[in-house]
């Protein structure tokens, strides 16, 4: 497949509300809720890109760097950073919003691999991708190196 199309194609923003439910005793937001959000935009992200359904392959990394709490607003945005023949780097960032005071601030990071599936669930042959902006480029040149140390650490696990 030779179409290339630009990384802003698979740009995708969603807002989420963190309620009481959603919270740990310390009434921040549970990881695992957070990491559950960050499958499904990747996924919808993916989606975008490819126009076909998509599987999880790994979730490569996850940093949380600090919490959010009841009230605050989750505004999670994805991008597909690389792609593969089949598959696809999709970055993904979370920001906390206090709305009552404005300050905002980065929670969480991620990059995920998924892998577009044809009807018969079969891997699919996806379109490249190119940067346009300084941080899409930035994103594209690291991956390489991302891509890599993914497969040092599958090689490690066999």
């Known amino acids: 497949m030779t179409e290339k199309r ?4 698979s740009r995708t923003i969603q ?20 990491l559950s959000y960050i499958d499904e935009i990747a996924a919808i992200t993916a989606m975008k890109h490819s ?3 998509v599987v999880t392959a790994s979730i490569d990394s996850v940093d949380f760097l600090s919490s959010a709490r009841v009230g605050d607003v989750l505004e ?8 593969g023949r089949t598959s696809m780097e999709v970055f993904v960032s979370v920001h906390s919003m206090n709305l009552l005071t404005g300050v905002t601030k980065l929670t969480t990071e991620s990059f995920l ?6 009807e018969n669930n079969k891997p699919i042959p996806v379109a490249g991708i190119f940067p346009e902006t ?11 190196a991302r891509r890599e140390h993914r497969k040092l650490r599958s090689e490690m696990k066999h």
């Open 76 to 83: 999670l945005e994805a991008i597909v950073s690389f792609t």
């Open 134 to 144: 300084e941080v899409e480029k930035s994103l594209f040149e690291t991956a390489p």
């Open 51 to 53: 126009h076909h359904s």
């Open 15 to 34: 807002t989420k509300l963190v309620l009481p439910p959603d919270t740990n005793h310390l009434q921040t937001i549970f990881g695992g809720h957070v």
């Open 113 to 118: 691999t998924m892998v577009a599936m044809d």
């Open 6 to 9: 630009p990384m802003s194609h």
